[in-house]
């Protein structure tokens, strides 16, 4: 790499509010989105909420002169709604399914079903491994009394491990998406402690759009103006999320974000804005590298955050095992009540009784099951989550007692550490 | 590293049968083990199947003065029965739950219960970075119906793209494991060509143990004979494979399993043989390197080792698909009854008749939602696994098209070319 290297790079993300049948003109912002896309060639444009593949196949066809190459994340029920259309050719692809992701017997508000993920592209840009990340994370549905908290707290850390393990060789990482988190709260601080990613809106000089960055805004006619009243200026959940291994910078040239309004119809493309971020990597030696991970050589925010996120997975895990013990003895209630049918039946008396109850135990006990089920697998996927939590906390602390001269040892996997090496 | 470097790896693997209540002598085996294990000293010894955290935590603390580290992989409702214990400390580990794990309403095979996974451990070795993966496949119930097949196969794919986003750092790679497939089958051969691994069996010179290296023989007093009536040597299903990228040399200096009898007492360890295998790293040029993966150079075998697989899969999404929509009409079919049944109720005639045949229509309609759901989800994973796979087989022509200057720039997570330009 020459030492005046320098590469711009245009990204576009948006949540595109893509559901089928319930989102409103979805066909006219679909055509719009793909307009606006087309018109402003983006090197990568990270979509969220494209919950229909006729959507896809739509923009992509669309697309296609401008964005050759496009992907869409399939899984779940409905599906990640997660989709990527870039410029430049992509190399590899892969994506992870989130372990915890909601209720199933939360049909009203669907996350189960859609097989919440991240998503991973790997491209090579002028010589340069750059892996983008599209992701969705659990909404937020009641921010006064979230039962969602800790699925979406272990959603992050799962997102952030994920990078972790499969950015080792990256030169750039970015990520993108809808992370459902505002930007004081838990999760985002762990993916940012955890990853060492740089937040675009934080990082920039030169932004244009919502008041604070907000990419959900009262002045959207599609948002719910009732989940914004306690936030005037709307809420930051979508993010542009960035870093680069040493010896490269990164900065964040412009960040612009729509304003409730189409750039050029005035009509919004979704409920949520859109972001785009020029973002600018150049070569920097080690010593001047304020973009690049700082690994755990802050480890005390780390081991603060670290614990706290340890504090909720705690309460979730206990939580989780209660249900599971709970639908337990529904089980066991379940067969009961169909054994002593069973007696009643066969000994002639209350024989009509017993029939007509032996549906309902059976539903019964089969309903226990399925909530048994469930809140087991909640409760392992808690737990796994909190191991490798536990195992980070405790490699973070002995990397601080050690001084830092020995963390590059303890912690494979930043970036910082590994690239010195290579150096 | 010196040139005159040498790293010795004394490697233990067992699928260890460890199912509470059913597999016999199960407490008196795992003591056995233990004793070994401590006898043995291994560097790492890779367990499946203890699907008791009793087991794991008796294990732990009995070979905790020899294997100070250890690690049990939790994941789906019973766990993924995955496990390891270490000489050496863990820097890091993580895990993917495999995406299709067979049927739920096959409780008698019970796979789908347990969230089988492959495990990730890292560590550090001599200033070498090692990653070492642990797995267990879907059964094979019935080799001449399989109804598994391609969910193994899928699975087969998922290990190895795993393994291939995830070691793009490291200098070695290890994974051993019950993989459930035979030496010629095609999610063996999918496994090999696309990561470059080695086969231990096949590469060592100095093998004892089992004929033809079988890790299920009929001597075994726990195997069920009928199993291997086909097969009069046994069976070849466990495996430790490995690679080692350009610059170093990875050999299997010996291989050992097992005959069907505990080492020393005499009775079996389990219904599986051990494998147990001394690796040797050393330095080698890059031009004498039989050890490290090939990637995509010889790409004509991994062509058709992935058009094989995607046949398979393409029958398999159709399958799936095919049951969703068979599953849609017994929605459809309930939710009639349901109707006509309220008809008939509130009209009063055939009351009785009508609340007798509610329970049965729900159950009707809820039964066939969950089958509609069960299948949604495994067409999207083999949907997800196909694009994946035709992904790479695009790239993978290309390659083969462009000829092999071009390659490592198609091939971005291959670590022959990744290291290539390291050096």
């Known amino acids: 790499m020459k030492p005046n290297f320098s590469l711009r790079l245009r990204v576009f993300n948006l949540n595109c509010w893509g559901i089928p049948y319930l989102s409103k003109h979805r066909a006219d912002r679909m055509k719009r989105l793909g307009d606006f896309l087309n018109m402003e060639s983006f090197d990568l444009a990270l979509l969220e909420e494209v919950w229909s593949e006729q959507d896809f196949q739509y923009l992509r066809q669309k697309l296609l002169p401008t964005y050759p190459a496009a992907h869409y994340f399939r899984s779940g029920i409905i599906g990640s709604g997660l989709c990527v259309f870039s410029k430049h050719p992509i190399q590899e692809f892969t994506q992870h399914i989130f372990t915890v992701n909601g209720y199933p017997y939360m049909i009203h508000h669907g996350d189960w079903f859609c097989g919440k993920a991240v998503g991973l592209l790997v491209l090579q840009l002028s010589g340069l491994v750059l892996n983008a990340y599209v992701t969705h994370l659990h909404a937020e549905y009641n921010r006064q009394k979230d039962i969602y908290l800790a699925h979406r707290v272990a959603q992050a850390w799962e997102l952030a491990h994920f990078i972790h393990h499969t950015s080792k060789k990256a030169d750039m990482v970015l990520l993108c998406g809808d992370l459902n988190l505002h930007p004081k ?108 991970t700082q690994g755990p050589a802050e480890s005390s925010p780390l081991i603060s955050v670290l614990r706290e996120t340890l504090t909720e997975l705690n309460l979730a895990v206990a939580q989780a095992c209660w249900w599971a013990t709970f639908a337990g003895y529904g089980i066991g209630l379940g067969l009961l009540l169909l054994a002593v049918l069973c007696v009643l039946a066969a000994g002639g008396g209350f024989r009509e009784a017993a029939i007509l109850l032996w549906s309902p135990s059976v539903g019964l006990t089969l309903g226990a099951g399925a909530v048994y089920i469930f809140h087991m697998q909640e409760a392992k996927g808690l737990c796994k989550a909190r191991a490798e939590l536990q195992h980070v906390l405790g490699r973070t602390r002995e990397a601080q007692d050690l001084g830092p001269e020995s963390q590059p040892a303890l912690f494979l996997g930043h970036q910082e550490g590994d690239r010195a090496e290579d150096q």
């Open 185 to 292: 709260d838990l999760g985002y601080r762990l993916l940012k402690e955890w990853t060492g990613l740089h937040d675009a809106y934080l990082e920039t000089r030169d932004f244009k759009g919502s008041e604070e960055g907000c990419t959900m805004v009262p002045g959207n006619c599609y948002v719910n103006q009732k989940e914004l009243e306690r936030f005037p200026c709307g809420i930051r959940i979508d993010y542009v999320l960035y870093k680069a291994v040493s010896g490269l910078y990164i900065s964040c040239k412009t960040l612009k974000t729509t304003t409730g309004q189409d750039p050029h119809s005035g009509s919004p493309l979704s409920d949520h804005e859109a972001l785009m971020a020029t973002l600018c990597v150049r070569h920097s030696p080690p010593q001047h590298n304020p973009s690049s």
